[in-house]
């Protein structure tokens, strides 16, 4: 038995190397091109993409088709989207020290959220979390804060410079499978628990952000020097696919997005 599974995986790290051992021209076949400027980008597991531009997301289909815009000009510039959970968007304005929850037709769900009434108005950070909750990185008191799905504090990990003898500067945080990532880019990644207990540091430096990806071996996706690269968590490998001349990039199955000037071109590996 323990044969069989060490084959088995071993079978699936090597489909997984294939496929993202090829250079960007050789087996891929474009779906789709969206042409559209953006400040940034990010995609749901539904295969949805979206394109924010200060105030605006745009909303498009897995084919590619534009399905929904949001704007909010009261709140000024998007910070951060995250897409994680397709039926509960999470709008980032740090600047308002706002949050705005769209549901999957980018409609607004609920009220502002003013950060001003819950002590989180020095939040740099926000992302969603299981249960409908969210988590805070607060820089004024080094934080990570947990709130529930009625907005009352479910965790709070106390000052982390203190806890870790650290000097944290983190610039994303992503929340997947029972863990929370926060980015530190000039020390790696700080993995917590979901009640916010400190597991240990990923040293991949220097990163703005990335994705969690567990297709039968969890992974770290995350696009640097026009790089592609999966760091698979358990394993400790890395595999790579180049990009030349592509500013950012993402992973949804089987599909590559990736960013350029001027628009958002889709490929995939599949037949």
Not at 51 to 73: A, F
Not at 127 to 138: A, R, V
Request: proline share 2%.
């Amino acid at each position: 038995m323990i044969r069989i599974n060490l084959l088995h995986k071993c079978v699936f790290i090597l489909l997984l190397a294939f496929c993202f051992s090829f250079t960007a021209g050789d087996t891929l076949k474009t779906l789709y091109v969206i042409k559209s400027k953006a400040d940034f980008f990010t995609t749901d597991n539904f295969g949805n993409t979206y394109l924010i531009k200060s105030d605006e997301i745009r909303k498009y289909n897995p084919s590619g088709d534009l399905l929904k815009i949001y704007s909010n000009k009261n709140l000024g510039k998007i910070t951060s989207v995250d897409a994680s959970n397709p039926l509960r968007v999470l709008v980032f304005y740090k600047d308002f020290a706002s949050v705005i929850i769209l549901d999957d037709l980018l409609s607004q769900n609920g009220d502002i959220i003013n950060l001003l009434d819950l002590s989180l108005e020095q939040s740099d950070l926000v992302c969603t979390s299981f249960n409908n909750g969210m988590w805070f990185f607060n820089r004024q008191n080094a934080n990570l804060v947990r709130l529930d799905d009625n907005l009352q504090t479910a965790v709070n990990t106390g000052n982390l410079n203190r806890l870790l003898g650290s000097d944290l500067k983190p610039n994303f945080i992503l929340e997947f499978d029972g863990y929370v990532y926060l980015n530190n880019p000039t020390e790696g990644i700080l993995v917590f628990d979901i009640y916010g207990t400190y597991s240990k540091t990923i040293t991949i430096k220097g990163l703005q952000h990335f994705q969690v990806k567990d297709q039968g071996s969890k992974s770290l996706v995350y696009f640097t020097d026009g790089i592609l690269k999966s760091y698979q968590l358990k394993e400790l490998t890395t595999i790579e696919i180049p990009f030349p001349g592509v500013n950012d990039a993402r992973v949804e199955k089987e599909n590559y997005y990736l960013s350029y000037k001027d628009s958002v071109l889709v490929r995939t590996n599949a037949n």
